[in-house]
């Protein structure tokens, strides 16, 4: 069955950095199109970053745009959110997803994607 295992989640202080990973099994990995949400106390889930599948193409929010990178290593199965000038607003739990079809297009809804790791605490302080 379809597993993803998000890791490297942590505390820190504003202007640091930190790089999550995103472990999928269960499924072929390099032909899905990849995403990272995240969902901060009392607020909806909200999109954060995509990669297509053959990393040939990112997105982002305008929230994180130039300071936070995905990347995916297809040997690894593994999913990255290198994660730059860290902000207090940027406190969440962090989930990674798989699209839930195959797609050239990268998508930005919540909706979009069927399968969700158990998420990673991200604590930025000021």
């Known amino acids: 069955q379809v597993q993803l295992v998000e890791s490297g989640g942590g505390l820190v202080q504003a202007g640091g950095s930190l790089r999550l990973s995103c472990a999928a099994s269960?499924?072929?990995?390099?032909?899905?199109?990849m995403g990272w949400f995240r969902q901060a106390p009392g607020k909806e889930r909200e999109f954060v970053a995509a990669?297509?599948?053959?990393?040939?193409?990112?997105s982002y929010s305008d929230s994180v745009k130039g300071r936070f990178t995905i990347s995916k290593d297809n040997a690894r199965n593994t999913v990255y959110l290198q994660m730059n000038s860290l902000k207090p607003e940027d406190t969440a739990i962090y989930y990674c997803?798989?699209?839930?079809?195959?797609?050239?297009?990268?998508?930005?809804?919540?909706?979009?994607?069927?399968?969700w790791g158990q998420g990673t605490q991200v604590t930025v302080s000021s």
């Open positions: 269960g499924y072929t990995f390099n032909v899905y199109n």
């Open positions: 997803g798989r699209s839930k079809g195959l797609s050239t297009e990268i998508r930005t809804s919540r909706s979009e994607y069927a399968y």
């Open positions: 990669i297509k599948w053959s990393g040939s193409s990112t």
